[in-house]
């Protein structure tokens, strides 16, 4: 049976009746700011204000009776004995056995169980509980998957004038930082009121770069020192060299002079191994390859001129569009010309004719790409006039292999 009581209240007691009606919002009170109370508050900046916009939730508790438990130990011995024998004393265990074999029961049970042991033993042997079966049957049917990459981040120009990003370098030290150059490299398209920057990009934020580089003139390559990761040295359009530091904020620490500099915009600039660390050289289209320190940037310190015919004439020199320099052979490096030749080159000859060791040609356009092969020095890739060749340097009649 359930127990209902029900509490009765007279309607009078509950107050006045609620009536709610529609009106317009009324003004009772309009106080005006006075200025001169400010003066005894501090601005709160930033200000944070917690707003909960959450479902109400009651609470329930309930006690109920406690059971209480406890750990014991237990000594676990040679069991199956009976009370009044010692499984220690080697007599009573021998005696007691000796009675259980003579007894009818304990005979009868060891024959039952010696047939079921039997077929235990027989069934073990007859079946490889490890044996797989079917297994020329799950040859399943491999659906290859197309290659495929997600995009993270996409850096875009902070322009309002979009920009060829020219150069890229990663930051030595871990993947997280990207140097992008930006240049117009279109014959006079460049507009007056077109920015000159350059960034770095931290690759978890692509909203807005880490920093901006501000050259006298746009930048076309970009590359970070390997061994000072805060050092970075560019090559301009108008052909000078700079180089930054990064403590040191975005202008540049110190610029080549115009008139010792290269007359054409500098295409690639690399950083030599040296013990200072401080040694790079450069390629630009008007055909030389200038070597820099970047403790005394008022002149190069070595010039080559990439003149074929090795007479070191400026007038007849190949344009460089690209540059390459393997660390492993720190006295080689080779130059892709705007007239489809690669020109490989000795730094340490004597003179300025026997530094051009040799020529390959086999392009008809500009060499705009040119890497050795890492794992096989000898070996090296060019891409000009839509195709890709691999060249040996032992073979320099043709390249050995080549995309249609």
Request: glycine share 4%.
């Amino acid at each position: 049976m359930e127990i209902v009581y029900v509490y009765t209240k007279k309607r009078s007691e509950f107050g006045r009746q609620c009536n709610f009606s529609d009106r317009p919002a009324e003004l009772h009170v309009d106080i005006l700011p006075d200025p001169s109370l400010a003066a005894n508050f501090i601005v709160r900046d930033p200000c944070d204000v917690p707003l909960q916009c959450s479902q109400e939730m009651s609470e329930h508790e309930v006690n109920t009776e406690r059971y209480e438990s406890e750990s014991r130990g237990i000594n676990h011995v040679e069991g199956g004995w009976p009370k009044d024998v010692n499984p220690q004393e080697m007599e009573q265990t021998i005696r007691f056995r000796k009675k259980v074999e003579k007894d009818e029961h304990y005979i009868n049970t060891i024959m039952q169980l010696g047939s079921h042991m039997e077929h235990c033993i027989k069934q073990n042997n007859a079946i490889d509980i490890y044996q797989v079966y079917f297994e020329e049957d799950e040859e399943t049917e491999e659906c290859e998957e197309q290659p495929w990459a997600k995009t993270i981040n996409v850096f875009r120009d902070p322009n309002e004038i979009k920009r060829t990003a020219t150069s890229l370098s990663w930051h030595p030290d871990g993947s997280r930082k990207l140097a992008v150059a930006y240049s117009c490299l279109e014959f006079q398209r460049a507009t007056s009121d077109m920015s000159l920057d350059s960034y770095i990009w931290d690759i978890e934020n692509p909203n807005k770069p880490e920093m901006t580089l501000k050259p006298v003139s746009p930048l076309v390559c970009l590359e970070y020192n390997p061994k000072d990761s805060h050092i970075l040295v560019g090559g301009c359009y108008n052909g000078q060299i700079a180089y930054w530091d990064t403590r040191k904020g975005s202008q540049p620490v110190e610029m080549s002079t115009i008139e010792h500099s290269h007359r054409d915009p500098v295409y690639k600039v690399i950083w030599l191994q040296s013990k200072t660390g401080t040694d790079a050289f450069s390629a630009s289209t008007d055909g030389q390859v200038l070597w820099w320190d970047i403790r005394k940037m008022s002149e190069p310190t070595e010039r080559l001129v990439l003149d074929p015919s090795k007479k070191g004439n400026l007038d007849n020199a190949l344009g460089a569009i690209s540059l390459e320099f393997e660390t492993t052979m720190p006295t080689k490096f080779m130059v892709g010309t705007e007239q489809g030749l690669v020109v490989s080159c000795n730094r340490k000859a004597k003179t300025p004719a026997e530094k051009i060791v040799c020529t390959y040609s086999g392009h008809h356009g500009p060499v705009y790409a040119l890497q050795r092969n890492p794992f096989f020095p000898k070996n090296f890739l060019t891409v000009a006039d839509w195709t890709a060749r691999i060249w040996s340097e032992d073979i320099k009649e043709s390249s050995i292999m080549w995309t249609k």
